[in-house]
T-cell receptor, first 110, second 117 residues
Framework: GEDVEQSLFLSVREGDSSVINCTYTDSSSTYLYWYKQEPGAGLQLLTYIFSNMDMKQDQRLTVLLNKKDKHLSLRIADTQTGDSAIYFCAEKTGRRALTFGSGTRLQVQP | EPEVTQTPSHQVTQMGQEVILRCVPISNHLYFYWYRQILGQKVEFLVSFYNNEISEKSEIFDDQFSVERPDGSNFTLKIRSTKLEDSAMYFC???????????????FGPGTRLTVL
């Protein structure tokens, strides 16, 4: 079955770049997503990438996909304190259900 | 910007009681979903719903759970007889079905925190 793994914690200084990594097992994934969850809040869609792409950039966010290694990363440029949150990677295969990783807690230090 | 809304934000109930969690999906969306997140654990898929019927469900979604679209705007999750282990954050999501290739992007509500005592 599908499995998505992420490291649990990342700490960066304000103004630095953050890179959050994710690995997945299902090679038939069609779309991969990044969601952000702030304390007490829901899941906010940040960006997504189609599996036949290897990079997508959206303002401060850059998504890199290595399909051979089944590795996805989210880079946040010029990280701000407001970026502190939990970041979830999720994949969708042929079914509609999303499979989520365990989330990476990003802490941004001033 | 349209958004998914959920009520209540927090529900406390006694074990064995029935609860209904409510969601209003984005108005032009056709697919609806429920997920749950037990504290400290992954977000898990429960069920998806399309055209007034369940299109997919996980092994978590047993006979204690049911979903319904009682009118043109609401989407509900009912838990018939709650157990302690049902305590979790329940997220509703919706997605739009587009012609041709679609990201089928799911937009999530803020969640309902269910506490079973």
């Amino acid at each position: 079955g599908e499995d998505v793994e992420q490291s649990l914690f990342l700490s960066v200084r304000e103004g630095d770049s953050s890179v959050i990594n994710c690995t997945y097992t299902d090679s038939s994934s069609t779309y991969l997503y990044w969601y952000k969850q702030e304390p007490g809040a829901g899941l906010q869609l940040l960006t997504y990438i189609f599996s036949n792409m290897d990079m997508k950039q959206d303002q401060r966010l850059t998504v890199l996909l290595n399909k051979k290694d089944k590795h996805l990363s989210l880079r946040i440029a010029d990280t701000q304190t407001g970026d502190s949150a939990i970041y979830f990677c999720a994949e969708k295969t042929g079914r509609r259900a999303l499979t989520f990783g365990s989330g990476t807690r990003l802490q941004v230090q001033p | 910007e349209p958004e998914v809304t959920q009520t209540p934000s927090h529900q406390v109930t006694q074990m064995g009681q029935e609860v209904i969690l409510r969601c209003v999906p984005i108005s032009n969306h056709l697919y609806f979903y429920w997920y749950r997140q037990i504290l400290g654990q992954k977000v898990e898929f429960l069920v998806s719903f399309y055209n007034n019927e369940i299109s997919e469900k996980s092994e978590i979604f047993d006979d204690q759970f049911s979903v319904e679209r009682p009118d043109g705007s609401n989407f509900t999750l009912k838990i018939r007889s709650t157990k302690l282990e049902d305590s979790a954050m329940y997220f509703c999501a919706s997605s739009e079905r587009l012609a041709g290739r679609s990201t089928d992007t799911q937009y999530f509500g803020p969640g309902t925190r269910l506490t079973v005592l």
